[in-house]
């Protein structure tokens, strides 16, 4: 194995005002915001809300609920309590959704912060339903149904009966999910929209959500009275073999920690799953699986891999994404120096480009950038 020049390796070209850990994400909360807007002016009629569970996609929830209510919203959506504990104390007037519904063990707190749970099953009905008593109150919930995801929510056959035992609660907002939302012509989207209308005809008077993201520009515009989109106001493709509509909203760069020069037939990473076929010219970053870069974009023979942008060229991952560093083959970006900020994601390779190459898909992507990389907001 070589070794790269002394004045090579003692070239960091580093700024004080750099930050110190070896990835760089980089969020922008005024195209963030950008893409809420656009994604409310395509139902006119309808509110916009957002979902901003998993720590905002990844992005930090705090930052992204704050850029967002400045920009009007008023109505967000959680996975779980904890979740939702956060978002209350964010945003204290919005009307906060929580996905799980009422989990066991957790219906005191929902009521306490002021949440509404998803409400999907008897059991979670006659708890709330309890709860409220308790209270003295009538307590708010959406009732959710189960269109075909076979996931959560009541079946639409139930509507009547479940319109019959929701009298102890507030029913704000009935609620179900596509499934095949990103295949415009798939034909359950039309079945579900028609068995989603049969259950709200039983409940008058109440607000009414199917849309995610892709339902946004389904041509049916199943868009009733709230559109809860999450992966596009994030920059993601809510049209997949279409051009992305949205502005992009995060970049991620790492830091080359270390260059060395590979002969013909040496390998690199664990198991020596790559191998050099020529004179190569290495760079490790900073960054892995540890960190949210798929360890399938792993690189093999007859396997693509992932690649970053390196002095404005295309570089290869070489051998094994491991935890904490990719090893990149540089040998075509020879002005490459340690120290230098190379681009995993941003205006060159985008969310849906690196979940491609990582054969996964970019809300796995987005959801599971690391907490090690530095952090910087601009635009808001």
Sequence with gaps: MGIVSTAERIDARTDPAEPVETGLLTVDLGALAGN???????????????????????????AVMRALARAGCETFFVANLLEGETARA????????VFDGV??????????AGLRPCIGSAAELAEWTALGAALGRRLEAAIHFDTGMNRLGFA???????AEAAVGIEPTLIMSHFLSAQLPDAPVNARQIADFLAARAHFPGVAASMAASSGVFLPQRPHFDLLRPGYALYG???????????????S??????????????????????????????????????????????????????????????????????????????????????????????????????????ARTIGYEVLTRLGRRYARRYVGG
Aim: hydrophobic residues 45%; contains cysteine; charged residues 20%.
């Design 36 to 62: 809420w807007r656009k994604l409310a002016s395509r139902a006119p009629g309808a509110e916009c809300g957002a979902v901003v569970k998993a720590d905002g996609y990844g992005l930090g929830q705090a």
């Design 90 to 97: 964010l945003a204290p007037h919005a009307d906060v959704y």
């Design 103 to 112: 989990a066991p063990g957790c219906g005191p707190r929902l009521a306490a």
């Design 156 to 162: 639409p056959a139930d509507a009547s009966a479940v």
């Design 236 to 250: 993601g493709n809510p049209t997949p073999g279409a051009e992305n509509p949205m502005t992009p909203v995060v």
């Design 252 to 357: 991620l760069s790492a830091r080359i920690i270390s260059l060395r020069a590979l002969g013909v037939g040496e390998t690199v990473g664990y198991d020596g799953v790559w191998a050099a076929t020529r004179p190569t010219r290495a760079a490790t970053i900073g960054a892995g699986y540890a960190d949210g870069l798929p360890i399938s974009a792993t690189a093999a023979p007859g396997k693509a891999a992932g690649e970053a942008v390196v002095g404005g060229r295309r570089c290869a991952f070489i051998g094994r994404v491991s935890m904490d560093y990719i090893v990149l083959d540089v040998t075509e970006a020879p002005e490459a120096r340690r120290g230098d900020w190379v681009e995993l994601l941003g205006a060159t390779i985008d969310i849906e480009e690196l979940a491609g190459r």
